[in-house]
């Protein structure tokens, strides 16, 4: 009934901001929901409890709107890196110059900027977040569970302070790329139960700050990361190790962290599940003390390790049974007398990444398959030794695989897919790139075997053709498709896929050279709900193709369409008016018009190219 409130009149403000709560994770559901009325919006304003800005910008005046507004925030972040766009709806500003900062490592105190001699910088640094906005965040959101400050330089212990005098519940604190101080650190060690701790790139810390945090709030301390933080050295370790002994993840990236600080957590952090290292000093010696003492361990990703051996890994795969997760990058010196350690010792593997490991070869992956019938997900990346038998019996003993990706594989043909489509039929995504002995018949077989298939990429492939495409669009209810580089592939390709698979999101059609306007055209009739399109390098796309694709696909968020010489600014400008919900529109920047351009200036993203 027009006129008519069957709502408010009915329900109770408790029962509506129930509604409310369930709406929380959509940040555009929420501001729907707050414009329907002024009842509507006081509930807004009482319960959302999260927010993500800019820390760009006035940020300090945002920040102090913000939680005048918004009295019930739990969860803020903000991000420096975030486009200064993405606060014009809160308080109008102009952009400013983004320039790289120089900055000043501090051994002992507050990490201090250096003036920069470039045009622009100092009133860049003028307009990013300062401990002025911190001190209003902490003032206005006592109740501050969870607070992410990303690649804001210009705050020190003295914000940080605040944040711990105020917030008494804070448990999770992401200081990524800031340069704050020991003592800042410290204070939240004193007021704060921390249960997650995110240091990367926290140049201006040392030991002295992470010590004390430590000693203070090292009974709580659940997850904790330190990555680049140049000052941080085993001292710090050997405090975790005695005061965090309910630490359950570390993330280690250090080229100063020797084996004594890892041995020293391996004993201390007995209640260890989750352990990521990129330490170029740790060998088998630390790798054997977790393998000893860290039987909880149920995720390990080791990457650029260099001097640890069969030895060190053998080690884990015999102490840690629980172990789901394995990622070996880039481990030079590992082989398959290791990885079938691993699969005998660890037969709940879910998940095995394999990435540049050339020592590795097919009796290892054999091995997993025969011996971790529970393995969902794997990755076989740059591993030019490994053969068809691999696939083989990854495919009898691994009946749940749901994620298979191959990269570089240049000895993985048709046979192994076929084998992995008959035998893993619940696959849900397929990632093959550059794995040039894999053509059409392998990929027929997931289209007529794997009918729970969403996502494939068969970038590169180049022996790839339409026959693939057909059976893919026939058996599979494919959301995203990327075919990049297969020359093969032409319009009757991508029609089958337009006509079978209605549910496609995004979708890669780039260098396709053979691809023509009734591609696109069957795409907008049958992909209605297509939001990402790559189209670059497509030589034969014209203006008209693209008005056919718009027309249907109305959703479009994103779209690249570089190297296209027969697309013009007026095909850009029918994109650009049929698309409202466009986020992202990249083009050479010749081919805009000036419309386009004050018509969507925020969307469009240049390739600058001399035409």
């Known amino acids: 009934m027009r006129g008519a409130d069957l709502i408010n009149t009915k329900l109770p403000a408790d029962i509506v901001a129930c509604i409310f709560l369930r709406l929380a994770g959509s940040k555009s559901d929420c501001d729907a929901f707050s414009l329907v009325c002024s009842r509507w919006l006081a509930i807004d304003r009482s319960f959302r409890a999260t927010i993500r800005i800019g820390g760009s910008g006035r940020a300090d005046e945002v920040v102090s709107l913000l939680v005048r507004r918004f009295s019930g925030l739990r969860n803020v972040c903000i991000d420096e890196r975030l486009p200064v766009s993405s606060v014009h709806q809160i308080l109008p500003y102009p952009s400013r110059p983004r320039s790289k900062r120089r900055r000043l490592n501090s051994s002992s105190g507050d990490h201090h900027l250096i003036k920069s001699s470039v045009a622009g910088e100092s009133e860049y640094e003028q307009f990013c977040l300062t401990d002025v906005g911190l001190s209003s965040l902490a003032n206005g959101c006592k109740a501050l569970q969870n607070l992410c400050l990303i690649w804001c330089p210009n705050l020190t212990s003295s914000g940080l302070n605040s944040i711990a005098e105020n917030c008494k519940f804070l448990k999770s604190l992401d200081l990524q790329g800031c340069y704050i101080g020991d003592q800042g650190l410290i204070a939240i060690g004193q007021n704060c139960k921390l249960q997650d701790l995110n240091l990367k790139f926290c140049e201006g810390l040392t030991d002295t700050g992470l010590v004390g945090l430590a000693r203070h709030c090292g009974r709580s301390l659940k997850s904790l990361g330190i990555a680049a933080c140049a000052w941080i050295t085993d001292v710090t370790l050997e405090a975790v190790a005695f005061h965090c002994s309910s630490l359950e993840t570390l993330s280690l990236d250090s080229e100063l962290v020797m084996n004594k600080g890892l041995i020293s957590v391996a004993q201390g952090c007995r209640a260890l599940k989750g352990l990521k290292l990129q330490c170029i000093n740790i060998t088998d010696e630390a790798l054997e003390a977790v393998g000893s003492f860290c039987s909880s361990l149920e995720l390990l990703a080791l990457y650029s390790f260099q001097r640890f051996t069969d030895r060190g890994l053998s080690a884990v795969g015999n102490g840690c049974k629980n172990l789901r997760d394995l990622t070996l990058s880039d481990c030079y010196y590992i082989s398959d007398i290791s990885l079938e350690s691993v699969a005998r010792g660890c037969p709940k593997l879910k998940r095995l990444e394999i990435n540049g490991c050339?020592?590795?070869?097919?009796?290892?992956?054999?091995?997993?398959?025969?011996?971790?019938?529970?393995?969902?997900?794997?990755?076989?990346?740059?591993?030019?030794?490994?053969?068809?038998?691999?696939?083989?019996?990854?495919?009898?003993?691994?009946?749940?695989?749901?994620?298979?990706?191959?990269?570089?594989?240049s000895n993985i043909d048709d046979e192994a897919l076929c084998s992995i489509a008959k035998g893993c039929r619940n696959l849900k995504k397929l990632h093959i790139r550059r794995c040039y002995q894999v053509g059409d018949h392998g990929v027929i077989s997931v289209g007529e075997n794997c009918l729970s298939l969403t996502d494939l990429s068969l970038r590169f492939c180049d022996r790839v053709g339409d026959e693939a495409l057909i059976a893919i669009g026939q058996g599979c209810p494919l959301q995203n498709l990327n075919v990049s580089g297969c020359h093969q592939i032409?319009?009757?390709?991508?029609?089958?896929?337009?006509?079978?698979?209605?549910?496609?999101?995004?979708?890669?059609?780039?260098?396709?050279?053979?691809?023509?306007?009734?591609?696109?055209?069957?795409?907008?009739?049958?992909?209605?709900?297509?939001?990402?399109?790559?189209?670059?390098?497509?030589?034969?796309?014209?203006?008209?193709?693209?008005?056919?694709?718009?027309?249907?696909?109305?959703?479009?968020?994103?779209?690249?369409?570089?190297y296209c010489p027969s697309v013009t600014s007026s095909g850009i400008a029918t994109v650009i008016s049929s698309c409202p919900s466009l986020k992202k529109l990249l083009v050479e920047k010749g081919k805009v018009s000036e419309r386009s351009k004050r018509r969507a200036s925020s969307i469009l993203s240049y390739l600058c190219v001399d035409l």
């Open 490 to 562: 032409t319009n009757a390709g991508i029609t089958a896929i337009a006509r079978g698979c209605p549910g496609l999101i995004c979708l890669d059609i780039s260098v396709l050279q053979n691809l023509k306007d009734i591609a696109l055209a069957e795409l907008g009739e049958g992909c209605p709900i297509l939001k990402e399109i790559v189209l670059s390098h497509c030589r034969q796309i014209t203006d008209a193709g693209l008005a056919h694709l718009v027309k249907g696909c109305t959703r479009l968020e994103t779209c690249h369409m570089v």
């Open 358 to 409: 050339h020592h590795i070869e097919t009796f290892g992956v054999e091995n997993i398959g025969k011996s971790c019938p529970e393995l969902l997900d794997l990755a076989l990346l740059y591993c030019p030794r490994i053969r068809n038998s691999a696939l083989h019996e990854i495919s009898k003993g691994c009946l749940h695989l749901q994620a298979l990706d191959l990269v570089d594989c």
